[in-house]
């Protein structure tokens, strides 16, 4: 089992940038990968970034790419979301995941564990 709990979310003015963590505990937490998503009201969950069991490979959903950068800390059982240079239409719902595969993936059903989410909201 998995727990994982996110915060660093809040209000920002567009432009600005905010980091999110995902503070995990059970299982070894090298031994699986990382995602983000986001979601908000009315709309499908939609991936942002995942991250391996290492942290040398990353991916980034088209819409993030170059303005998120996603990391994680094996020493601390901590996973990482910097977000840069916000955007309105980055308001959401984050939440973190973690999948039973050292592999980063792109699909949500991919994973199993799931957080209760941060809320990110960027004002125009």
Excluded at 28 to 38: H, L, N, P, V
Aim: hydrophobic share 30%; charged share 15%.
């Amino acid at each position: 089992q998995v727990q994982l709990v996110e915060s660093g979310g809040g209000l920002v003015q567009a432009g600005g940038s905010l980091r999110l963590s995902c503070a995990a505990s059970g299982r070894t937490f090298s031994s699986y990968a990382m995602g983000w998503f986001r979601q908000t009201p009315g709309k499908e969950r939609e991936f942002v970034a995942a991250v391996n069991w290492s942290g040398l490979d990353t991916y980034y959903a088209d819409s993030v790419k170059g303005r998120f950068t996603i990391s994680r800390d094996n020493a601390n059982n901590t996973g990482y979301l910097r977000m840069n240079s916000l955007k309105p239409e980055d308001t959401a719902v984050y939440y973190c995941a973690a999948r039973n595969s050292v592999s980063g993936s792109t699909r949500g059903h991919d994973y199993v564990y799931w957080g209760q989410g941060t809320q990110v909201t960027v004002s125009s």
